[in-house]
């Protein structure tokens, strides 16, 4: 029996003896499913030719995968005084990057933005002793590896500790979350893709399907601004290396939706 791994996506799914015909978040039209069709790995077989690589990006430590596999997202080290949250997460864990967790004071928990970045959370959960995995229950149905670890929790903010708290955004998923992380020098939104971190690295948009092009309504964007607009932030770190809005975020947030309803009036 294995865990399969789906190509596209980089999601792993419970264990079976042979791999699923389908992959459920690549067939769903927020993504989409290699020309060539659906194809598995496995975290093993993936083991062999890919690495995690860990750099700091902007003051943040951050993992990927080298070479890029699937999405191509990283994942980013929340370090707080009350314990640390790996936020989003990539498809493979190393024993250099879970050293360098454990040197810095070991992960309470993992939190993740969305279905497209589940990838391997269970091994990451597993390698720090099965510490909770943090996920809005609307996106329920989008775990294709169910596991005691994974903790689904209701309602429109869940804080972690005293200075990380998940706020409930949907958008481009129902149970679309981000992290607000209280630190010193700024605080910051941790948003995957929720917010996207444009090339301008001043200003956001928002999108139900990236790879197809599918905007979001006036409606569930100013959802998502009334979400966020009780914290304050002065960064946001977004789903890709060096896609950061540093310094005035929170002013760059505002104009961002102001201009993305402008556009789609």
């Known amino acids: 029996m294995t865990h399969f791994m789906c190509l596209q996506c980089g999601v792993q799914f419970a264990e079976t003896e042979l791999p699923p015909e389908h992959c459920p978040i690549c067939e769903d039209e927020r993504q989409y499913v290699r020309w060539e069709g659906q194809a598995w790995t496995t975290f093993e077989d993936l083991a062999r030719t890919h690495r995690v690589s860990m750099k700091d990006d902007t003051g943040v430590l951050a993992f990927g995968v080298e070479p890029r596999f699937a999405i191509g997202q990283r994942a980013l080290l929340a370090e707080t005084p009350d314990g ?58 989008w775990v294709m590896r169910p596991h005691p670890s994974v903790a689904f929790w209701e309602g429109e903010t869940l804080p972690l500790n005293p200075s990380l708290t998940l706020i409930r955004c949907g958008g481009h998923f129902a149970g679309g979350q ?14 995957g893709d929720i917010l996207q971190v444009v090339p301008t690295r001043r ?8 790879p197809n092009q599918i905007p979001l309504n006036a409606r569930i964007v100013r959802r998502i601004a009334g979400a966020l607009e009780p914290f304050d932030y002065d960064n946001i770190y977004g789903a890709w290396w060096g896609s950061n809005v540093i310094g005035g975020a929170k002013e760059a947030m505002r104009i961002s939706v102001d201009r993305y309803l402008a556009a789609i009036a």
């Open 84 to 141: 640390n949250v790996l936020w989003d997460c990539v498809s493979l864990v190393s024993d250099e990057a879970v050293a360098e967790i454990k040197r810095r004071g070991g992960l309470q928990a993992i939190a993740i933005s969305h279905c497209h970045y589940y990838s391997a959370m269970v091994e990451w959960s597993e390698a720090f002793g099965g510490i909770p995995i943090h996920i809005h229950a609307d996106d329920r149905q």
């Open 178 to 191: 981000v992290l607000h992380w209280k630190r010193d020098g700024g605080n910051a939104i941790l948003s």
């Open 203 to 210: 200003h956001l948009s928002f999108m139900y399907s990236y």
